[in-house]
């Protein structure tokens, strides 16, 4: 499907592929041998046509969330991962759960333990010359990670940030248009942003 896809469309099309419930580094190197036996380019083009196929994992868990810093070190230092590193200019994202590790923590345990791995994976990232893009799965209620979006932001850890920060929001709060534009001047407007 995804090799069909950006062969109809545009190589641009798909550039990531997040793996839910990320464990080992092995469950990366999987989904990139399964990519590859698909016919699905992981490596992006030396030319820049196409970013080929970035395996992002999610680290959902309490126990994911604190090995997450080891994992990504594992593949960061692998011999076998960095022609793909180097291909994506040394790029890459991991995306922090807040759903599951809500539920297998509470809402504390998990808001502390996404802050840590958030500032052990920049810290890895920086050590092994990775710039790293930081991806928080939040939701539409507190338990999620919901709530204003500056207010997350500017909650992150201190000097944790020397790559870049994505951020989703569930679909289940953005269900009209007028919402989301009303929602968007509102944290500009709270952040000092003009309108």
Known sequence: MVSELKRTHSLQAIRSYVISGTRSAA???????????????????????????????????????????????????????????????????????????????????????????????????QECGVKLTLFHGRGGTVGRGGGPTHHAIVSQPVGAFSGKLKITEQGAICRLPACMLVSCLMNRCANGFSA
């Open 27 to 125: 469950d990366v190197l999987s989904l990139i041998w399964i990519a590859e036996l698909s016919g699905v380019r992981v490596a992006g083009a030396d030319d820049g046509s196409d970013p080929g196929l970035m395996p992002v994992p999610l680290f959902e868990s309490i126990e994911d969330l604190r090995n997450s810093p080891a994992i990504c070190r594992a593949l960061w230092t692998s011999a076998d991962y960095a022609p793909l590193l180097e291909s994506w200019g040394r790029q890459q994202e991991v995306m922090l759960g807040y759903s599951d590790s809500n539920k297998d923590g509470g809402m504390l345990t998990s808001t502390w333990e996404i802050f840590k791995a958030h500032r052990a994976l920049q810290q890895v990232a």
